[in-house]
């Protein structure tokens, strides 16, 4: 009887760290009835919440005022904190407690009077909270700045959504592009559909988390496709549901590790890299598993669903022997 195969190791004999097991058989493409019902209700939940309930906008594109106060005492008492904010008539005042210590968000609206009313009402903080609490920060945004942001900010995802698609159409077959254009719409709605469940702040740094949650996809996505596309040119007799779960279980141990490794780098951020960019890495997170979810569940199963087959590589193969053909006798 053979042994069984150790674990490989690397150049100085350490065994290397496998987070899933080589040559698994899992069939994935069983849940394709289950996933595309699923994902079709989150997405029309994500939009009906975007329509009526909306974003947690930040100051960055709702305007206003914005102060990050520390309690010198180290202690802090949020009901006496809020009914003094609330006393000194600045309109609706947010207050964010960070975690449980003594540092507190505080937000106001945009005042009458322009950049004048605005600094007027830094000053009344101040009098009001400087006794007690140190200043970190003082951020202000004008409703011009503030329409501005949010207009560059929209024009910025929906310029990088458009390359990337047509990256993807150019990138492979029409069949191959269509699926992954559905997964990375598909991830784009539910990360939307995060920030409005979770009422999370959506600023400036959650739009780079959007751009960088579409790489992500993307690349997810790409390593999926190419691994079906090599299997479809080597077993040209399977199904393309075997194909894709022969794809899929081959490449199941790098997406594993990839998304672990990322995860466990986000977790410290989240945790310990303050507020300012708390919102980026919380839809970094939620990223990371809706990217990873739709590569395999949503964006593989297209396929079969379009009747790609394996012979499609041998039609292009002919079409393009053709075509060489007629070029030279001409």
């Known amino acids: 009887m053979n042994a069984p195969a150790s674990p490989p ?11 899933a097991p080589e040559n698994t058989k899992f069939g994935f493409m069983r849940f394709r009835r289950v996933s595309y ?6 997405s029309i939940i994500s939009v009906l919440m975007f329509l009526f309930v909306g974003m947690n906008f930040g100051i960055d594109f709702a305007g206003g005022t914005q102060v990050d106060l520390l309690a010198k005492s180290g202690e802090l008492n949020m009901a006496d904190f809020r009914a003094k904010a609330e006393s000194l008539g600045l309109g609706p005042v947010e207050v964010q407690q960070i975690g449980r210590g003594a540092e507190v968000i505080l937000r106001i609206n945009e005042q009458p009077g322009g950049n004048q009313g ?11 909270f400087n006794n007690d609490f140190e200043f ?6 004008g409703p011009s700045v503030s329409a501005e942001l949010v207009q560059s900010g929209t024009l910025g995802v929906v310029v990088a959504i458009i390359a990337v698609l047509t ?20 991830d784009l709605l539910l990360t939307v559909g995060f920030f409005c469940v979770t009422q999370i702040e959506f600023n400036q740094t959650s739009i780079a988390a959007i751009l960088t949650i579409v790489g992500y996809s993307l690349n997810e996505t790409v390593v999926v496709l190419d691994r079906i596309r090599e299997m479809m040119r080597k077993y040209k007799r399977l199904s393309t549901a075997e194909i894709v779960d022969m794809s899929v279980n081959a490449v199941l141990p790098r997406t594993i590790m990839t998304a672990t490794t990322v995860f466990l780098a986000l977790l410290a951020l989240f945790f310990l890299g303050g507020h300012v960019i708390r919102s980026f890495s919380a839809a970094m997170i939620w990223g990371i598993f809706v990217a990873t979810y739709s590569s395999i569940f949503i964006c593989s199963p297209m396929l079969i669903y379009m009747g790609v087959r394996a012979d499609v590589f041998d039609k292009k193969r002919e079409e393009a022997e053709a075509a060489a053909e007629a070029k030279v006798q001409v």
């Open 9 to 19: 190791r690397g150049l100085l004999g350490v065994r290397l760290l496998r987070l």
């Open 37 to 42: 019902p699923l994902s079709a209700a989150l």
């Open 118 to 128: 605005e600094q007027t009402a830094i000053a009344k903080l101040r009098e009001a």
């Open 136 to 141: 970190r920060s003082v951020d202000s945004v």
């Open 167 to 186: 990256y993807l159409w150019f990138r492979f077959e029409w069949q191959f592009a269509i699926g992954a254009i559905i997964g990375t719409m598909h």
